[in-house]
């Protein structure tokens, strides 16, 4: 990209326009440490998917030129802009953040026509090899202590220095390795931390872009992409929770979700008829394993298309979901946007009738093949289709389904990729797949969220695989398509809690692995390590081994049974984050790195994870290990299980047998906590435990309906709880608009498990 030499440029309040010889900058400070950055193209303005609101806090700003540079100053920022649109910022006090890289970029990556041939000779794929310079593209100067969070569900590890990838929604059944530069869903929002200071980047275009974070060269990190235009936010807040705060007031925080939503859940790609069903609903039951959530994959349709009910295999409609509530179950199904082409079905005949669905640049109806064979596209990005498709969800409601599963929206399609002059729509705005494709999983799940809100009033439960950068506002996501591997099993802590730290905070994996067979210890490895994750689901594809705790002995069972009982006692600590989360963007599943950026032993920590700010969970994720090396930052940590006093600020080693998931809780912690249930809403709630940890702190904890929306209402209590010293607790009652417990029980820490 060219800009050459500054000429000018003029100011309009926080808005600037930079005029260079040969390209114009937009920059805007929208609050004192977060800057958009929109180079001036040609092109049609570009809505944003992920930016939905205007968001500006008037802030002073001030602007002087000094030669050929431009100094804008914030109370937080110094942003120094010079020829060739060279930018550098700084925080307030001169700490160097964001530098461009003035270099020219290493010939190491090119690679020789004849090299190429070699590669591809075998059978690699030698794609990204080839072009590595793109229309749009910005490099950034690297440190040497550069580590990299974010990014949402990419593959790896928790620090994505010196690995690349890729943003292009991508439905790969193959084992998702550390080699992967893409998976489903597109969140090009990245952290940077320093050895001082941290910064954050939203490139904020949906076209299929790029992401070299120190593999071509140490010196710099880049970012390119195929198409749009040069579209990025600074977001500066001196710390990691501060720049995710950032982050997530600019494209939206995990709403708070229903309190059921947050229990353990069931599901299989192969439960073929209601008898299937009923025998996993009865099964939890007996063996007292709690449980709240039945997944109905495509079996339940007839050929695989959406909105329709099997009734051959699956009864009356609405009778298997009466059953199951009756037995506290709720039921989610699933829907995928292929919709199959077959003249005289309704979805096929309303979609043709009113142009609903994509075409080739022809004109024609773009056909593809997915589950249902044949099948066309719904143009999602358009208010119209969403709300048709929206409308369609009010018969599987009124049959008694509590939540939408959305997949394949990648999309997802079976003869070849969808080509890129397909024709899709941004609202009205004729456009193409190659702008569309990274946010057709993010207005399917728009489509879901607003249909669910409107037709039950309760906030919506809706898992999507596919998503952009803003999605979660509407959806949860899960992973997608691992498989039952240790690997896969390692990879969960990482992946989780980057897309947490990139807002999607009500995230999980498929507990158990999707594809492949697991083994006894291996599910229980993942039941342990999932217990706090913020989706709980066990799910698997057909023609694997089952994979319901019973499937594998008594053993599996015990400890399945232990640690799902212990999500339910922990349920109030999880919702009050995800309450808490609604507001400040944090996550519920956190990286230690989090929140202690400036302790480099936490820096590529993969195995360990925070669970707010005051446990940490320090799972088995190793076949065959029965200890566990587990890393306390500083500070005094409480072994959840003995009560073990521990000094943080370093390693130890934990005994843990087959049923042990190590766990730690922080000095002077206070965690709200109920008694377990077979499901949420077989008891009323009307005790709260507290399990007191030594030490001096205070809690607040959040209390309501955990359905609707009257807590927006102010329908709602919040307690504040208080340990002194002498461990003396006080309650303070900070806001009550809701019937209170009946009964709040301090336990102190170290009987194992209260309640
Ligand atoms: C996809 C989904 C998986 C689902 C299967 C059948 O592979 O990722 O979760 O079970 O399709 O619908």
């Known amino acids: 990209m060219k800009y050459g030499r500054l000429i000018s440029y003029t100011q309009d309040g926080q808005q600037l326009e930079l005029a260079f010889e040969e390209n114009g900058v937009l920059l805007e400070v929208l609050k004192e440490d ?38 804008v100053t914030t109370p937080a920022l110094k942003i120094r802009i010079g020829d060739d649109f060279r930018m550098d910022i700084s925080g307030a006090d001169e700490t160097p953040l964001l530098k461009d890289y003035c270099g020219e970029r290493t010939a190491a990556a090119a690679i020789g026509e004849k090299e190429l041939k070699q590669i591809a000779a075998e059978g690699h794929d030698i794609t990204n090899l080839k072009e590595k310079n793109y229309p749009v593209q910005t490099v950034k100067a690297l440190d040497p202590d550069d580590a990299f969070y974010g990014l949402g569900d990419k593959t790896g590890f928790l620090n994505k220095r010196n690995y690349e990838y890729e943003n292009w929604n991508t439905d790969n059944p193959q084992a998702h390795n550390e080699d992967f530069h893409a998976l489903y869903k597109s969140i090009p929002f990245l952290i940077c931390k320093k050895k001082t200071g941290a910064y954050g980047l939203f490139f904020d275009n949906t076209f299929h872009s790029y992401l070299n974070l120190g593999k071509e060269s140490p010196e710099y990190f880049y970012y390119g992409a195929d198409g749009g235009s040069l579209d990025y936010y600074f977001l500066g807040g001196g710390t990691l929770p501060q720049i995710v705060s950032n982050y997530t007031w ?35 039951r007996s063996l007292q394993i709690p449980c709240d959530v039945i997944h109905l994959d495509i079996d ?28 506290g179950y709720k039921a989610v199904t699933i829907l995928d946007p292929g919709t199959k082409l077959e003249p005289g079905y309704f979805m096929y005949e309303e979609g043709m009738k009113n142009g609903y669905f994509a075409k080739d640049k022809d004109g024609n109806l773009y056909v593809n093949v997915v589950w249902p064979g044949e099948a066309n596209y719904p143009d999602f990005g358009r208010k119209e289709v969403r709300d048709w498709w929206g409308g369609h969800h009010k018969a599987l409601v009124d049959m008694g389904v509590s939540g939408i599963w959305n997949d394949m929206n990648e999309p997802a399609s079976f003869r070849g990729p969808l080509p890129l002059d397909v024709v899709f729509h941004d609202e009205e705005r004729e456009t193409d797949h190659a702008e569309m494709h990274n946010v057709y999983g993010h207005f399917m799940a728009k489509a879901t969220f607003e249909a669910l809100k409107e037709q039950t009033g309760k906030r919506p439960f809706v898992i999507t695989r596919a998503c952009y950068a803003g999605t979660q506002k509407y959806s949860t996501v899960w992973t997608g398509d691992n498989q039952s591997l240790w690997s896969h099993l390692q ?224 329908e709602y209590n919040s307690y504040r709880f208080t340990q002194d010293r002498e461990g003396n607790i006080t309650t303070e009652m900070l806001h009550h608009q809701y019937p209170e417990y009946q009964n709040i029980i301090p336990e102190p820490l170290g009987n194992g498990c209260i309640c």
């Open 34 to 71: 977060v800057v958009h950055i929109r180079v001036r193209d040609d092109l049609p303005p570009c809505r944003s998917k992920a930016v939905e609101e205007k968001k500006s806090v008037p802030t002073e700003i001030s602007v002087s030129r000094d030669g050929q540079q431009l100094c």
């Open 250 to 284: 600019l494209t939206g925080t995990t709403p708070l979700p229903q309190l059921w939503t947050l229990g353990y859940q069931q599901s299989r790609w192969g439960y073929v008829c209601a008898k299937d069903i009923r025998e996993v609903a009865e099964k939890y």
């Open 300 to 327: 339940y349709m007839e050929d695989y298309k959406v909105f329709t009910w099997d009734e051959a295999e699956y009864g009356k409609p609405g009778e298997l979901f009466a059953e199951l509530k009756a037995g």
């Open 491 to 714: 990879m969960m802590v990482p992946q989780l809690c980057n897309l947490g730290m990139s807002g999607f905070s009500f995230c999980g994996t498929d507990v158990g692995g999707f594809g492949a067979d697991a083994t006894p210890e291996l599910l229980c490895r993942w039941v342990e390590a999932a217990c706090f994750s913020p989706l709980f689901r066990n799910h698997s594809a057909m023609g694997t081994r089952r994979q319901e705790p019973w499937q594998f002995g008594e053993e599996v069972i015990a400890v399945s049974r232990k640690y799902i009982e212990l999500r339910y006692r922990f349920l109030p600590y999880l919702y009050d984050l995800f309450y808490q989360g609604e507001r400040t963007g944090l996550p519920v599943m956190r990286p230690l790195v989090l929140h202690y950026e400036d302790d480099p032993n936490v820096r590529d920590l993969n195995g360990e994870f925070m669970v707010g700010e005051q446990m940490i969970a320090a799972p088995v994720l190793e076949q065959g290990a029965v200890k566990k090396i587990v890393y306390l930052p500083e500070g005094i940590w409480y072994d959840f299980w003995t009560g073990e006093k521990i000094a943080g600020g370093r390693h130890i080693l934990r005994d843990a047998p087959l049923d042990c998931c190590p766990i730690y809780l922080k000095a002077g912690s206070i965690i709200p906590m109920y008694a377990p249930v077979q499901y949420v809403g077989e008891k009323p709630y009307d005790t709260l435990y507290l399990l007191i940890v030594p030490g001096e702190g205070s809690y607040e904890h959040f209390q309501d309906n955990g359905t609707d929306y009257a807590y927006r209402q102010g």
